[in-house]
Nanobody, 124 residues
Framework: QVQLVESGGGLVQAGGSLRLSCVVS????????MGWFRQAPGKEREFVATISGHGGTTYFGDSVKGRFTISRDNAKKTVYLQMDSLIPEDTAVYYCAARATIVTSTTARGYDYWGQGTQVTVSS
């Protein structure tokens, strides 16, 4: 069983930054593409970012392009989401997800394992 544990969420003012981390309990971490999704109250889960197994390919949702960065450290079995220039609309629970292939996916159903989520709140 693959376990994902997110951390780094919190309360931040608009214009600020946060970095989310997700540690994966899997020896072959580099064989997994990783993604970040978010879900605000009353809304559907939204794609945020994804990164391929070896980190060479990334994609971002339109609403976060140019503000968010995704990266991974395969030695630490960790994926990161650097969020800059945060706006109140970024407020949501952020979920880390793992996909049992090195190829990225921008859809939630493309992922096999999910973390428990971490709350990000951006105040205006």
């Amino acid at each position: 069983q693959v376990q994902l544990v997110e951390s780094g969420g919190g309360l931040v003012q608009a214009g600020g930054s946060l970095r989310l981390s997700c540690v994966v309990s899997r020896r072959s971490f580099s064989n997994y593409a990783m993604g970040w999704f978010r879900q605000a109250p009353g809304k559907e889960r939204e794609f945020v970012a994804t990164i391929s197994g070896h980190g060479g390919t990334t994609y971002f949702g339109d609403s976060v392009k140019g503000r968010f960065t995704i990266s991974r450290d395969n030695a630490k079995k960790t994926v990161y989401l650097q969020m800059d220039s945060l706006i109140p609309e970024d407020t949501a629970v952020y979920y880390c997800a793992a996909r049992a292939t090195i190829v990225t996916s921008t859809t939630a159903r493309g992922y096999d394992y999910w973390g428990q989520g971490t709350q990000v709140t951006v105040s205006s």
